[in-house]
């Protein structure tokens, strides 16, 4: 009797063949790949140096048509190794394919920005080693909630769209002598009136005590003052009783400020979420306010209207880089400049030859 077969996945054939660590940043091998990426290749790059790690479901969301049609890309892409990726073991089912950005496509943004590779702060080994992190499943759920806002903006029935999103390194970059925040986004609304909502997110998986989220407002509410913009802090967390126990946690802390309007909070959590569909956008959100309490739930475009403290969007000072003494130009010494979180559009992307 045959008690222990051969997995299946020792059935499968040889690895893709791919170009050694050396020649993948050769001058020779880069000029060849600029022959065959696409916009939306390069976009790719960009995206997953700016955070770190995405899923095959993420990357599906916000750029491809179906999983079939972004699975041959990233093999080839893969082959020529513009990206690397990983699977990480579970106990039931099967974990999606991780990408993380390899040497050609770091390689690949540095030649396009005019760079030396070592300016970008790039290793191979530290992208990689993301695989075996204690704060992998935080980085791809932060990475979730952004992916889902950047497909319902590119949904032909959609009235706003993510215009920015910063990683937790970049927002660690510009306020990690303040606070700390997970991301940072910003969305436009153009119907029935155009607003724009800009917000630290909180991305809470219940790994650590509320009181502990509550201390963080004091460092939001000490960016708000110094820097002169009052930026809310959306929380996103698993499940409603969770919420409860962290609402708690922020409303003590809150009341401990001595401006509590200079730190806007709203929270939410999967379980508020209508139907299957993924879309942080929705009725979910309820502001955290104790002296005007509501049990009503908002959508994300109707927070900017619950805090009327805020000032509107849209001009120079609004730019919290700004306000903290970087410009555009300074911010490339430390790496790229945040890319854009949509996609470029089909009539962009160069042919494939």
Known sequence: M?????PQRSLRGHRPQRPSQRTA???????HLATRLTERDRWLARMLYEHRVLTTHQIVQMAWPSVRAANMRL????????????????????APMHYVLDLAGAAVLA??????????DYRHDRATGIAYSLHLAHTVGTNGFF?????RSRRPDTTGRLTAWWSETRCTRHFGD????????????????????EWFLEFDFGTERPDRLGRKLAGYAKLAATTGITTPVLVWMPTSRREAAVR????????????????????????????????????CWQPLDARRPSTR?????????????????????SDPAQANGDVANGDVANGLLPPSPLPPRPSDRRPRR
């Open 2 to 6: 045959i008690t222990n077969p051969t």
């Open 178 to 197: 303040i606070v700390r925040p997970d991301a940072y986004g910003l969305w436009h609304e153009n119907s029935p009136v155009p607003t724009a909502l």
């Open 75 to 94: 093999l080839r892409l893969y082959r020529w190794r513009l990206i690397d990726r990983f699977q990480p073991f579970v106990t039931y089912g099967t």
């Open 147 to 151: 992916s889902s806002l950047v497909a």
């Open 297 to 317: 739930r908002l959508h994300l475009s109707e927070l900017a209207r619950a805090w009327p403290q805020l000032p509107p969007l849209g001009n120079s000072t």
């Open 25 to 31: 940043v050769t001058s020779g091998y880069i000029a």
């Open 111 to 120: 030649r396009e920005d005019g760079l030396d590779l070592r300016d970008l």
């Open 248 to 283: 708690r946690a922020l409303a003590a802390a809150l009341a401990g400020l001595d401006d509590p309007s200079l730190v806007p909070v709203a929270t939410s959590g999967a379980e508020f979420l209508d139907g299957p569909a993924d879309d942080p956008t929705a009725a």
